[in-house]
């Protein structure tokens, strides 16, 4: 599975594999998978369904699957950031989900979802152990139980290079022996840029058995690096052959079997550059500085961990980082290394977590309301303030004059600035940027929402001249208009929703009765406005209810207009503009 690139959808699928001897068969052995595909990387929930689901399925058929559908169908609904017990296969599993808006490459930001963020932060805040907008800055992201120290092990003095590709969404090929091994070790990077979504296309085991890895291979060299995912996980070397100019090659995991097969196919074709090199290197030192000059090809005459970039990095390694991650003693039982191993991922995760959150921070005020401007009057039910505009060249001179923030200079040394500035062109940050925005102005609104529902009209009238209250008027009517325009069909029957169209309507009919003689008539004359402030039945004609609960004078000065209408020689009746439908019949009609 992977993140989606130009629109595109991925499953994401977890596999269980079982291998069997078998001199019988050509490969010499049988080998069957049993895999779980979702939709979204739900990986605390999916991985431990697996381990239970894979050897039950060897063991006993057709029927487990059945079994597990029916848990999963008595499951409640998920709940994001809760840790939840879900019954399946006679285990609870204990798994704690990931909020939509950290999941790779997640576009449904469902109206709904952003008033669930906001339930409980109705303040805008932000800071490196804090959170924005409702989005919990200290998660873990898409892979919240992974291992990433033992994903990464043999790489940890890499680990803020590492970061700052995948920030910037540059090309990686991560070669590992074994598909558990490269798909962990896809993860772990994605983990690292956690709680930034990373946006780009990924595929965590990428084969040269996959229908586009050939559709990519047929293009010409420069459109190959354009089209091919930005985070591969592979464990054919020949790949190292195909994408001899790849910009970063990574390396982990330990040697296996397996990766003998693609090794003994490509090493012929540099035996003899393999021959000219042991002939006359004797060390150590050589030998690693003929790796170095070979780059990733080394690879196809041993497996080693490492990291091979096309260009140096921009910041410098964090050097309490490393001090702090504990290596595996020499003799070390299991229990004790699980423990190592999970307050190293630990102290990992909270790192690049802080750094992260730390990075991201100047971009905040432009999720908060722009400030207005003074001298400019603004009737408070108008509608929500805007937010901040964004504009890249003053935000990078603002940056150059005052520098990026004293917490990131601090931490690291390096060209904040270029970093920024790459940063602004990526994928990451044009969807997380326009996520947050989307977030931040249904916050804005709902707060807004809220006041306005509480303004009395009846003493806002009185400080209005003619001019502001023919402009209160058309403002209330977008606003009828937009409330109903942004609930769905099943919305419309809510308590809720009705008592905020009643209250609007209330509020058109008292800014009616405010307006002069001369402009209430053609108000009247167009039926489709005149729905909209007494409401329509289901046949598009005026609620007689609504009528009644009208002031004595408004509902004659109504009544005579209607009369008025039907009469052919009315001049205004003839003048009269086309009345749109009424906007509650046009939706239920939609």
């Not at 308590?495 to 008539?521: C, G, S, T």
Request: with cysteine; glycine share 8%.
């Amino acid at each position: 599975g992977g993140g989606g690139r130009g629109g595109q959808e991925f499953i994401y699928g977890y596999v269980f594999c079982r291998q069997r001897r078998d001199p019988r068969l050509p490969r010499g052995a049988h080998q069957s998978s049993c895999v779980l595909l979702s939709l979204e990387p739900l990986h605390s929930m999916l991985h431990k369904c697996l381990l239970l689901l894979g050897p039950k399925y060897f063991d006993e058929g057709n029927a487990v699957l059945a079994d597990a559908m029916t848990c999963v169908a008595e499951w409640p609904d998920p709940v994001p950031e809760r840790t939840l017990q879900l019954p399946f296969l006679g285990s609870v599993l204990n798994v704690r989900l990931p909020h939509v808006s950290v999941l790779n490459g997640s576009k449904r930001l469902a109206l709904s979802t952003v008033d669930g963020l906001h339930g409980k932060h109705e303040n805008l805040s932000f800071g490196s152990q804090g959170s924005a907008l409702g989005v919990n800055w200290q998660g873990s992201g898409p892979f919240p139980d992974l291992d990433i120290y033992i994903a990464l092990q043999g790489v940890t003095g890499h680990l803020h290079a590492l970061w700052e590709i995948m920030l910037l969404n540059e090309p990686l090929l991560a070669v590992a022996p074994s598909p558990g091994a490269c798909s962990s070790a896809v993860a772990a990077l994605i983990s690292l840029v956690a709680p930034l979504p990373y946006s780009a296309d990924f595929r965590p085991y990428f084969t040269v058995e996959d229908a586009e890895f050939h559709t990519f291979m047929a293009r010409g060299s420069s459109d190959v690096r354009r089209d091919l995912p930005r985070c591969m996980g592979v464990t054919n070397l020949h790949f190292l052959r195909a994408l001899p100019d790849f910009p970063n090659t990574l390396s982990v995991g330990h040697d296996c079997n397996a990766f003998e097969s693609s090794r003994m196919a490509l090493r012929h074709l540099s035996s003899s550059q393999d021959r000219s090199v042991r002939g006359g290197v004797t060390s150590r030192l050589f030998q690693g500085l003929a790796d170095r000059m070979k780059g990733p090809a080394s690879l196809i005459s041993e497996h080693k961990q490492g990291l091979w970039m096309r260009s140096k990095p921009i910041l410098k390694a964090d050097p309490a980082l490393l001090a702090s991650i504990q290596p595996f003693p020499e003799t070390c039982g299991s229990s004790k290394a699980a423990q190592i191993s999970a307050a190293n991922t630990a102290t990992i995760r909270r790192h690049f977590a802080e750094l992260t959150a730390m990075f991201l921070e100047p971009f905040v005020p432009f999720f908060r309301p722009a400030p207005q401007l003074q001298g400019k009057q603004k009737l408070a039910f108008a509608g929500p303030q805007h937010l901040m505009d964004f504009n890249r060249k003053s935000f990078v001179s603002d940056m150059r004059r005052d520098g990026p923030p004293a917490a990131l200079q601090k931490r690291l040394q390096g060209d904040w600035l270029g970093l920024y500035e790459r940063f602004m062109d990526t994928t990451n940050f044009q969807a997380w940027f326009e996520q947050q925005r989307t977030i931040a102005q249904a916050h804005v609104r709902r707060n807004w929402m809220r006041q306005r529902m509480r303004t009395d009209m009846s003493t806002v009238i009185p400080q209005l001249d003619e001019i502001q209250l023919i402009d209160a008027f058309a403002t209330v009517e977008r606003q009828l208009y937009a409330e109903i325009d942004s609930h769905s069909i099943d919305d419309i029957q809510s308590v809720h929703f009705r008592q905020n169209i009643f209250k609007l309507q209330r509020d058109l009919q008292l800014l009616y009765q405010a307006l002069p003689a001369e402009l209430q008539q053609p108000i009247l004359m167009n039926r489709g406005r005149t729905s909209l402030m007494l409401g329509a039945s289901e046949d598009g004609e005026l609620d007689e209810d609504a009528m009644g609960n009208l002031s004595p004078h408004l509902e004659a000065i109504i009544r005579e207009a209607r009369q008025g209408a039907s009469g052919s020689g009315s001049a205004r009746a003839v003048a009269a503009p086309s009345p749109p439908p009424s906007p509650l019949a046009r939706r239920n009609s939609s």
